[in-house]
């Protein structure tokens, strides 16, 4: 890698680092960042993991522009993506299609606009059946000059097979078949000793720090920062008939959608015109025909509702110029963390809050914790 970033003929250097979760991708993936930016200016960032995303909060695939080292957990380097789709979920076991197509959009957009430029693509944990088939075209379709394979000491049944250029070539992909000819020919393949730590994931509790550290972003540069932040901001008026509504998943009815997004987090979309669907009121947000992925801008908090007015009422720390280019909002499996919400009545000081009740739960003894009331089918004026 050193030298073909040192030589101006030399080939573009293409990374990939895959190995089951818990095996120290990411720490892999921050040291060989680091690495490549003591020889070049800039390296690019394809995360394919929608469920620990490095830069961005998760359920999307990202591709993003890295110019400074990168010195801690993913909530301490947010970043903007250079291109950005939303998969809607942390997994994409429900919609392989989508994520493969996200994919190849994202690797596109690198050899249009960075070709020049170190590519480093991080992989899913996610490495047995819909999960190799997937990691198989993606390595196909990156056509790396190296790949990373972290492996434990031991055999494990839920380990990668090697993924050598002889294996990545009889392997069976999703969409790219054994033998097509799709995949690179030749590459270096590095087996490294991964970690064996099997003890219980905390992955939501990143995915929460880093949805609070997005949402955040900005409230350093702000003079009247308080404990109230989320919900002291004032958030952006915007007119329903200037938005599509839309459930990546597509099972909610859509006359429920705006009980949905009342007080969700929802991607920011940009979806093509010829996919929207209008309404017969034109003061109402209008639906989105098909399935994603779906350019996402970022992401933003459904402060309100109004019926009355037709507004929704949006926090986001995007920039006006970023969002004026938004069309549809769309759920998904992105929440803001449990313990904002449970927080509020100690803030407040009130004692019932929307959308939060007290239940009993049993899982060997009974215990009491916070849940969320199902919003689909609430009693309001939001229909």
């Known amino acids: 890698l050193s030298r073909a970033c040192a030589s101006p003929g030399g080939e573009v250097p293409r990374v990939v680092v895959c190995g089951r979760q818990n095996s120290g991708k990411s720490t892999v993936l921050r040291t060989l960042v680091n690495s490549l930016l003591n020889m070049c200016p800039e390296v690019v960032y394809l995360d394919c993991d929608p469920g620990q995303s490095e830069f961005t909060p998760a359920a999307a695939l990202s591709l993003t ?19 950005m789709y939303f998969l809607g979920h942390v997994s994409p076991a429900s919609q392989p299609d989508a994520y493969s197509a996200a994919v190849s959009k994202l690797l596109e957009h690198w050899r249009q606009h960075f070709p020049n430029t170190p ?26 000059t190296d790949l990373i394979q972290l492996r434990p000491g031991s055999a494990d049944a839920e380990d990668l097979p090697p993924l050598d250029p002889h294996g990545v070539e009889r392997a069976c992909g999703w969409l790219t078949a054994r033998g097509d000819g799709t995949g690179p020919r030749v590459f270096s393949c590095h087996q490294l000793p991964g970690g064996t730590w099997r003890a219980r994931s905390q992955a939501k509790l990143k995915r929460d720090a880093m949805m609070l550290a997005y949402l955040g972003r900005n409230i350093l540069n702000n003079d009247t920062v308080t404990p109230f932040w989320l919900w002291s901001t004032v958030p952006y008026r915007v007119p329903w008939c200037s938005l599509a509504i839309h459930d990546c998943d597509g099972v909610v009815r859509k006359q429920d959608l705006l ?65 004026s280019q938004v069309n549809a909002l769309v759920t998904g499996d992105i929440h803001l963390p449990d313990a904002v919400l449970f927080s509020q009545a100690q803030m407040f000081r009130q004692k019932m809050l929307p959308y939060v009740e007290k239940n009993l739960v049993s ?12 919003r689909v089918g609430d009693e309001s004026d939001c229909e």
């Open 65 to 83: 522009r890295v110019t400074e080292p990168l010195l801690g957990p993913p909530f301490t380097h947010v970043h903007t993506p250079e291109k």
């Open 259 to 323: 009980h949905v997004v009342a007080g969700s987090v929802v991607a920011l979309c940009v979806v093509p015109r010829e996919v929207l669907l209008e309404t017969n009121k034109s003061d109402y947000p209008k639906f989105v025909e098909g399935t994603g992925p779906y350019e996402c801008l970022g992401y933003g908090l459904v402060r309100a509702v109004d019926p009355a007015e037709k507004v929704f009422y949006i926090f986001s720390p995007e920039p006006r110029e970023r969002l």
């Open 119 to 144: 590519l480093v693509v991080n992989t899913m944990g996610w490495v047995a059946g819909i999960g190799l088939s997937l990691l198989v075209d993606v390595i196909r379709r990156t056509s790396p």
């Open 363 to 374: 899982s060997g003894e009974e215990q009491q914790e916070d849940v969320l009331k199902a």
